[in-house]
């Protein structure tokens, strides 16, 4: 089994336990995450993976605080959410607990100017003691984002902005009240392919400097390989983890039925390598519905090496995978160490 990293060897920054969470329609409860166990570590990086719809920006959500489980806790720095009870005590979790939102341009108010959307909180948590502070906060801001000369920037709005420089407004934005964990929540899918490489190397020096955790969001398992190769990814498939585990061991060594075939999917700049890359044909391409979740395995349904009698019976505990350690949620795989093809 992979050993802990020295980070993972502390106490958790933010835990999630047992989370459940679903939402009503047409007077119908659709279920959206089904006992969701994470753990994020200080100064750890965990790639949340899965196709649209499996419950990735929910989870984002609660570990921000965001969001409230409809069961199960949320616990930071080993005390529960709950227990935050007076205004400095949630004022202080808020604090600690940020999010960068998927559209920056629907996330920042477009009647402030930058420097406006950037004070805000500054005043709020009282952050600064005077308007010279506060301006020397918001350049600080703007400057560590690489939106310089700040002069330039702060009194505009953000429309007269580009993608890419509203994103790394909302990341200012974050930075503000020196949080302890950020949840990017897609926080590159907006922007053009060719400044996504600048953001990623941004939130990476970012991490680096203030010792922040990120939690980050992408369907794009390519993505989170070159974001989250010295951290966690952990795969998402209908509000469930199926999948976690260090990014080596994953990526090198998936063993997921449902992570074999995200990986297969991954198109490559190579093609001699696409055309040696084995597919993994699915018993369906059809996603199931959340209000009409599969029983036993969500993923049986869809999965190659679908076993009757075992897969469609019993909902898969996460365990170590064989070898290489990182924790799968396959009952077969389980039993006998290897999966073989549904005949």
């Given amino acids: 089994m992979n050993a802990p990293s020295a980070a993972q060897t502390a106490a958790p920054l933010v835990s999630l336990r047992g989370i459940y969470r679903s939402f009503e329609k047409d007077r119908r409860e659709i279920p959206v995450l089904q006992d969701i166990n994470l753990d994020v570590y200080s100064d750890e990086i965990i790639c949340l993976v899965g196709e649209s719809g499996c419950g990735k920006t929910t989870t984002g959500k609660i570990a921000a605080g965001l969001l409230s489980p409809s069961r199960g806790e949320l616990r930071f720095e080993g005390r529960l959410a709950s227990e935050y009870r007076t205004r400095s005590e949630r004022m202080a979790l808020r604090r600690s607990l940020q999010i960068v939102h998927q559209d920056p341009f629907a996330s920042l108010n477009p009647t402030h100017t930058i420097g406006q959307i950037l004070s805000f909180p500054l005043r709020r948590h009282r952050m600064v003691e005077n308007r010279a502070g506060l301006r020397r906060r918001v350049w600080e801001l703007l400057t560590l984002v690489d939106l310089t000369p700040p002069g330039d920037i702060v009194n505009k709005y953000p429309h007269q902005l580009s993608g890419g420089q509203r994103q790394r407004v909302s990341i200012a934005r974050a930075l503000t009240v020196n949080p302890r964990l950020i949840v990017a929540d897609e ?60 990014t080596p061991a994953v990526i090198g060594h998936p063993a997921h039925p449902y992570t074999k075939a995200l990986l297969a999917a991954v198109p490559e700049a190579d093609p001699d390598i696409t055309r040696r890359k084995k597919q993994m044909p699915l018993r369906s391409e059809d996603i199931p519905s959340l209000t009409a979740i599969p029983a036993g395995c969500s993923f049986h349904p869809r999965c190659p090496f679908f076993q009757p009698g075992v897969c469609d019976h019993t909902v898969p505990a996460l365990l170590p995978a064989p070898q290489t350690g990182q924790l799968v949620a396959c009952t077969p795989l389980a039993q006998s160490g290897t999966l073989k093809p549904y005949a």
């Fill in 187 to 246: 926080a590159v899918s907006m922007v053009d392919v060719s400044i996504r490489i600048g953001l990623l190397k941004m939130l990476h020096e970012l991490r680096q400097r203030f010792h922040l955790s990120i939690v980050f969001i992408t369907h794009d398992l390519a993505l989170a390989k070159y974001f989250a190769w010295e951290g966690r990814i952990a795969v998402m498939y209908l509000g469930r983890i199926v999948e976690i585990g260090p």
